[in-house]
């Protein structure tokens, strides 16, 4: 086959690889209901590029939100409760943006499914510009060729496909903290102080501060990537770690400015929230939301939430959530890959710096999540997944080139060809089996997404995303009422269903429930019960004897793998 012919083939699969991700990712985004937070980042985003007041924004930067935002000031009779305390009060500050986030959706506009469409959409063309970035991330490493795998392995990883296509920030970061890495990739490896390289690279680094906080945690990672030789010979003579050192200074004080601009040139009274900082409430200065946001972040982590982990609850995390949820939810062809890179990969020194500036970022960013009391989804390791990718993408490349391919049948290349077509069909063939349901994915080795609801809850499981399709449901089998059990902060009345409230989770008519069910937990009343797995599993709650009768009875059906019917009439 020609150069020619070559390109010609590579353009058409990636055309048809686009394609095919846009179908998977907008046809299975508009049957899935509104998640859990995706209201709050829909309002914060909306309400900033409005106003230009970033007070909405004091855990979530603006950058992504924005993004979502403003596609929804397209729509002519689009309403902001400005008039609300919840925005003019903003009390209580804990809940002031849950407050008008629901205030904005739910009572003040008319027309939930379209604005929620068009706040996904940005988020759908970011996943697109991830596979982009990994896309010449894994050409700088191992060639053309790898860079298409990795290309295709972003588009259709089911837990990117899943958060791909949500008003969060996690993708966003996701996309603008590979891209920062892949910057300084490129700054630390050219010769000279590289100005263009330095002002990419600080650019890259502000656009992932001004998209998520927890991306400030890559800023001591790369601290000490700086000083380790994982550099050609001419750069170590040049100063080595020290230069890359006041590199990256250079380009922290960069990403400052660039943070500032995605704040709007905020300019105001400080308002730290702790005590520890107080006494600098009485001074102005830049960006106070984005200073108040770092300290709240810290706060939160040291407080815990209640976390769900194997059908047990706690509020002070679990040691081994991450590690469990890493096993259960990663795509086995990417685990299996992953132990091969790097087997494969070591034994070539040219390969070594590469893994180790892919690696070392993915286990110190795995280590801070895992001792992080804040275990609330899969979600969290969004950020290193791209990374591991990137180096499984250079599977073929380093076995084609390995003692194994030699000595098996004389290391033809075709054999990296396979290696290559089975990464991509071990992470496709899932994902198109799975489709629409990807914030359910786990693997084969955890017992499937069946088996999902007993191991993780919340965005790793359910989130909410099931309502329409509950909906659906009800009306093509003519059932008029449902007892529901509901874990989201959708409302189900907006959607038509007649329902009566279980105890569930946030909506305050679900929620206090809890204490008071409205059917005995020993032996439940004749009805046709609906409950969310989240609900179901009680992973909201360290004491679980509500839906205990629920739990050891088969349901009658099943909505996505995220609510449970259970007909006992």
Avoid: C
Avoid at 52 to 77: I, T
Avoid at 208 to 237: C, D, H
């Amino acid at each position: 086959m020609g150069i020619l012919q070559k390109k010609l083939w590579r353009l058409g699969l990636v055309v048809l690889a686009v394609w095919l991700f846009f179908f998977l990712a907008l046809d299975s985004m508009v049957n899935d209901s509104p998640t859990m937070d995706e209201q709050n980042h829909l309002a914060r985003g909306a309400a900033f590029v409005k106003t230009g007041d970033p007070r909405l924004s004091l855990e979530h930067p603006p950058l992504v939100n924005s993004l979502s935002g403003l596609p929804l000031l397209l729509l002519p009779d689009l309403h902001f409760p400005f008039d609300h305390p919840s925005w003019t009060e903003q009390q209580p500050p804990d809940v002031y943006w849950y407050v008008f986030a629901d205030q904005f959706l739910w009572q003040a506009n008319q027309d939930v499914s379209r604005m929620i469409f068009l706040g996904r959409l940005p988020i759908v063309f970011l996943t697109l510009g991830l596979a982009l970035v990994g896309f010449h991330f894994a050409r700088e490493f191992w060639g053309r060729p790898s860079a298409y795998l990795a290309f295709v392995l972003l588009l259709f990883e089911p837990n990117i496909l899943a958060n791909g296509r949500l008003v969060t920030t996690d993708l966003g970061g996701t996309l603008f903290i590979t891209l920062a890495l892949l910057l300084m990739w490129r700054l630390w490896a050219a010769p000279g102080w590289a100005w263009r390289r330095w002002l990419a690279a600080g650019a890259g680094l502000g656009l992932a501060f001004g998209s998520k906080l927890s991306m400030l945690t890559f800023v001591p990672i790369l601290a000490v990537m700086a000083v380790l030789p994982l550099f050609n010979a001419e750069t170590q003579r040049r100063g080595g770690g020290v230069h890359r050192l006041v590199q990256l200074g250079g380009a922290g004080l960069v990403s400052v400015l660039v943070v500032w601009a995605i704040f709007g040139f905020e300019w105001g009274m400080f308002r730290f929230p702790s005590e520890t900082f107080a006494f600098l409430n009485r001074f102005s200065g830049p960006m106070p939301t984005f200073w108040a946001g770092i300290d709240q972040i810290v706060n939160v982590s040291r407080g815990g939430r209640m976390a769900f982990l194997l059908g047990e609850s706690s509020d002070q995390g679990f040691l081994l959530f991450f590690p469990v949820a890493f096993l259960v939810k990663t795509p086995l062809v990417l685990l299996v890959g992953l132990l091969g890179v790097v087997w494969l990969g070591w034994q070539r020194s040219s390969a070594r710096p590469k893994l180790l500036f892919l690696f070392i970022p993915v286990v110190s960013y795995f280590a801070v999540s895992v001792i992080s009391d804040i275990n609330i989804g899969y979600r969290h390791l969004l950020p290193i997944l791209p990374l591991v990718i990137v180096g499984v993408s250079g599977l073929p490349t380093v076995f084609d080139r390995s003692s194994v391919a030699n000595r098996w049948r004389g290391g033809d290349a075709g054999h990296s060809t396979a290696v290559a077509l089975i990464l991509a069909l071990g992470i496709l063939l899932p994902t198109l089996w799975l489709h629409p349901h990807y914030l359910s994915f786990f693997n084969l080795a955890a017992g499937g997404p069946s088996n999902g609801a007993s191991i993780l809850a919340d965005s790793s499981n359910d989130w909410g995303q099931d309502l329409l399709r509950l909906q659906k449901w009800m009306a093509e089998n003519g059932e008029e009422t449902i007892k529901l059990g509901w874990f989201g902060t959708a409302d189900p009345a907006y959607y038509g269903i007649n329902f009566e409230p279980l105890p569930g989770f946030p909506r305050a008519d679900f929620l206090a429930l809890w204490t008071n069910p409205p059917f005995n937990p020993e032996n439940p009343e004749p009805g046709l019960y609906a409950i969310s797995a989240s609900s179901l599993w009680e992973s909201h709650w360290e004491a679980k004897h509500v839906y205990a009768w629920f739990r050891e009875h088969e349901p009658t059906d099943r909505i996505g793998y995220s609510i449970y019917i259970y007909d006992l009439r």
